[in-house]
């Protein structure tokens, strides 16, 4: 008879405890994920390299630099003039060969490489106005005097770029369409499954 008293005044006890657990156990997890949070905010930092590239294109998109995401494809736009000064020779369009650098290090899809075919590919879907452009878009332009069509990477900030005849890359504000260029239509990339 003792015995059973005591284990039931055992259990008693252990019935109380119970809900000053759980609530001691919610207490923990909530201060473990602030102090997470504190934690990982105060170690992480920008390299001054990321910070620089940044303020770049923060510069370039008339942007702040925290809305520049996508690090890899301005890493990639930086590194567009050592590649093509390495592959001139292997490289046909320029202008062509950019888009495709891109479009291959970024979405890992590959473009047609001749204009003409880029323009009227499968994948290619075209688009007249230009306030559905995102990211990644491709915009369809020529120049004043010439009938070339040449074709530019849309950024952000109805801002886009593409390569010249030689290579070098231009930046171009789609507002300039008025004086210097023509936007003849602006495409959707469908990507490549991979």
Aim: proline share 2%.
């Amino acid at each position: 008879m003792l015995r059973n008293n005591s284990s039931f005044s055992g259990k008693n006890e252990f019935g109380k405890l119970i809900p000053v657990l759980g609530l001691m156990i919610c207490l923990c997890s909530l201060f473990s994920c602030g102090s997470k949070k504190i934690v990982h905010n105060t170690i992480y930092h920008d390299e001054p390299a990321l910070v620089a590239l940044k303020e770049k294109y923060a510069s370039i998109l008339h942007v702040e630099k925290e809305q520049i995401k996508n690090i890899g494809l301005y890493q990639n736009i930086d590194k567009w003039t050592m590649v093509k000064d390495s592959n001139m020779s292997k490289l046909g369009s320029l202008n062509v060969s950019f888009i495709q650098y891109l479009y291959y290090l970024n979405l890992r899809t590959k473009l047609p490489a001749e204009l003409n075919e880029l323009y009227e590919a499968r994948k290619t879907y075209l688009f007249k106005d230009c306030h559905f452009l995102e990211e990644g878009d491709l915009v369809f332009f020529k120049e004043n005097f010439r009938e070339v069509k040449e074709v530019g990477f849309y950024l952000d900030n109805d801002v886009f770029v593409a390569a010249d005849a030689g290579g070098d890359l231009r930046f171009h504000h789609l507002r300039d369409s008025i004086n210097r260029f023509r936007v003849i239509s602006n495409a959707k990339i469908i990507k490549d499954v991979e």
